[in-house]
């Protein structure tokens, strides 16, 4: 309880130091919620050709984008410091990390909150309502109860992947770039089902990295859609608790890679 | 009186990679395992008693601050051992943190946008620190350093000496047994210096904080340490006195004599003659050759002079002829 009350001191201080630029926030905001529209209009120019894609209509696939793009805003917005890593180890902001008695994980969580990703988030949360208004998915509280933790356990899967990009710096001092392949690249393919993919591809991105838990698994669970290459109903299931297991490994990863801490030579 | 700090046979080696730029570069990093080794900290030994404060001193890349990061838990040590108030630093990296303070002077342990006074209420949650110690410590290190000047200023905006301040007194509000000092007067003036000094001094003596501080400052050194460890190229040169340090080297002393008027021969038997400018002479001479009072005799003997002065060196020139020298004074104990 005591570090859940400093976690929301240390955001609401982060929050406040950003508001005291309201005028360079509110234009990132717009900004970033324009790009996003950008984004899905893409996907709609693509349908407004091929009507349908591997038997998922456009709503559907906005569902699948919504739930990707919430999960992913969200993740950026809670783990910047993860995401920016690299600068915090350059100006040693790390190494004061280590000399306070708080863990290092919950405290790089603490280092920032990105109040601006609001813009991306709002974004795809209207077009996932959009996307559910056009649908008709009849909402139990099965399924209510299922897309929370869907979300919870995307949010968790990219947390997961910055956590490895920054957990990097560990040992190359520069974060890896490749992360953003997965990140940046996994959103822009996640928005399209994955059965449209190649098989090999299709695993990798189930089994090795997995994307396809986020919100395709997901999608089909919430649309009542059977799966065309035959996964089953319990991966289906399942699914939302990938994300969060897949973020305890990753947070393995950063205690060991902290007992590698180099620090800088000055 | 018990031992805090306990260090023996401690290394570090850094592992320096190569880096490839660019993406593909990044690629390659981290499957690339070429790199070279640094041997930072090698075979360091020693202990630190309660209330004692130690100078660690060496020339530039020596290893200070390195050690100083094993025994504040920030590095994990290559190979030995490193305990402080009987914990790991680096296995109960916490534990220790609680009862340390740190203060590594080239930058500010606070936070860059949040006033003195905001980062200090942080302080207090993140150490959990009752309200009546937190408001007495604020009272009392406002008093020693002035901190009321600036305490609603954003870190971001302090002055050198006043980041020094408010990092000193928030590495102590939390009542540490034990403080680290890495170059804590770096860049300040003298006065400003003497402030920092005094402070130190007087947390050691009131609260029995026991101080491990670096410096390339020998006037810390003189003002503070009576104990001073000498590390060179990652080895301990010396861990003494810092009397005895001076006893060991000072065989030699400086005799300065300004002449009446300018001789031809002013040779003296058993001096050296070191410098020469106009009617002023400096000569070095051993104690154990000759004496210094038979040494003015002869002088006085031959030569009509107007002043006559006897100096010892200073630390830094004795801290040069460790280094220089290659002097391994007092090796350090093996241990098992
Ligand atoms: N993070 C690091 N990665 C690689 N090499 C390092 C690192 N930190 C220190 N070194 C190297 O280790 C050696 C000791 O460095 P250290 O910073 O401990 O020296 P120092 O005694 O504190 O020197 P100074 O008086 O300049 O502060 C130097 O050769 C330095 O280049
Ligand atoms: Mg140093």
């Known amino acids: 309880?005591?570090?859940?009350?400093?976690?929301?001191?240390?955001?609401?201080?982060?929050?406040?130091?950003?508001?005291?630029?309201?005028?360079?926030?509110?234009?990132?905001?717009?900004?970033?919620?324009?790009?996003?529209?950008?984004?899905?209009?893409?996907?709609?120019?693509?349908?407004?050709?091929?009507?349908?894609?591997?038997?998922?209509?456009?709503?559907?696939?906005?569902?699948?984008?919504?739930?990707?793009?919430?999960?992913?805003?969200?993740?950026?917005?809670?783990?910047?410091?993860?995401?920016?890593?690299?600068?915090?180890?350059?100006?040693?902001?790390?190494?004061?990390?280590?000399?306070?008695?708080?863990?290092?994980?919950?405290?790089?969580?603490?280092?920032?909150?990105?109040?601006?990703?609001?813009?991306?988030?709002?974004?795809?949360?209207?077009?996932?309502?959009?996307?559910?208004?056009?649908?008709?998915?009849?909402?139990?509280?099965g399924k209510l109860g299922y897309l929370f933790l869907a979300l919870i356990g995307g949010t968790c899967f990219f947390i997961g992947l910055l956590v490895i990009g920054a957990a990097s710096c560990f040992w190359t001092v520069q974060s890896i770039e490749i992360i953003n392949i997965f990140t940046h690249g996994g959103i822009f393919m996640g928005s399209y089902p994955i059965s449209i993919y190649q098989r090999w591809f299709r695993h990798f991105f189930t089994f090795i990295v997995p994307l396809a838990c986020v919100n395709y698994f997901p999608s089909l669970f919430l649309l009542n859609k059977i799966e065309p290459a035959g996964a089953s109903r319990i991966v289906v299931q399942f699914a939302p608790f990938i994300g969060i297991l897949f973020l305890c490994l990753t947070a393995l990863f950063w205690k060991w890679g902290v007992s590698h801490y180099q620090s800088t030579g000055h | 009186m018990d031992t805090v700090i306990d260090v023996r046979a401690l290394s570090k080696t850094f592992k320096v990679y190569h880096h490839r730029k660019g993406f593909l570069g990044s690629f390659a990093n981290l499957f690339s395992r070429k790199h070279r080794l640094v041997q930072a900290v090698a075979q360091v030994s020693f202990t630190v008693k309660r209330g004692e404060i130690v100078g660690y001193l060496g020339p530039n890349g020596a290893g200070k601050s390195t050690t100083l990061k094993m025994l504040t838990g920030i590095l994990v040590p290559s190979s030995g051992s490193v305990t402080v108030n009987g914990y790991i630093p680096h296995r109960q990296r916490k534990e220790n943190a609680k009862r340390i303070g740190v203060v590594f002077g080239q930058r500010s342990h606070l936070w860059f946008d949040l006033p003195v006074q905001e980062s200090f209420e942080l302080l207090q949650r993140i150490y959990r620190i009752p309200q009546a110690q937190y408001h007495h410590n604020v009272e009392m290190f406002d008093e020693l350093l002035s901190l009321g000047d600036f305490f609603q200023t954003p870190v971001r905006q302090l002055s050198l000496g006043q980041r020094m301040r408010a990092d000193l007194a928030a590495a102590l509000l939390h009542n540490p047994d034990v403080l680290f000092l890495d170059e804590p007067t770096v860049g300040l003036d003298v006065v400003a210096k003497a402030r920092i000094r005094q402070f130190i001094q007087q947390i050691n003596a009131e609260r029995q904080v026991t101080v491990v501080l670096t410096t390339h400052d020998l006037d810390d050194v003189e003002k503070l340490c009576k104990r001073v460890i000498l590390i060179d190229d990652a080895r301990l040169r010396f861990d003494g006195e810092l009397a005895t340090l001076r006893r060991l080297l000072s065989t030699e002393r400086l005799l300065i004599v300004d002449y009446a008027e300018v001789y031809s021969d002013i040779s003296i038997p058993n001096a050296h003659m070191t410098y020469q400018e106009g009617t002023r002479v400096q000569y070095r001479f051993s104690p154990e050759e000759i004496s210094t009072a038979a040494l003015i005799k002869a002088i006085l003997q031959k030569f009509k002079i107007v002043d006559i002065s006897v100096q010892e060196p200073d630390i830094e020139e004795l801290i040069k002829a460790v280094y220089e020298d290659n002097l391994l004074l007092n090796p350090p104990a093996n241990f098992p």
């Open chain 1, 1 to 141: 309880m005591k570090s859940l009350s400093l976690y929301l001191h240390f955001i609401t201080l982060r929050i406040r130091a950003q508001m005291a630029y309201r005028f360079s926030f509110t234009l990132e905001l717009l900004s970033q919620a324009s790009i996003s529209v950008i984004d899905f209009l893409m996907i709609a120019i693509l349908f407004e050709r091929f009507k349908q894609l591997a038997n998922w209509t456009l709503w559907e696939v906005g569902l699948l984008y919504g739930i990707i793009s919430v999960c992913f805003a969200v993740a950026e917005m809670v783990a910047r410091g993860f995401d920016t890593f690299q600068s915090l180890v350059g100006r040693g902001a790390f190494d004061n990390m280590l000399i306070r008695p708080l863990g290092t994980f919950y405290q790089v969580f603490a280092h920032e909150f990105q109040l601006r990703r609001v813009g991306k988030l709002s974004q795809a949360l209207v077009v996932f309502l959009i996307a559910n208004s056009h649908l008709d998915i009849s909402w139990t509280l």
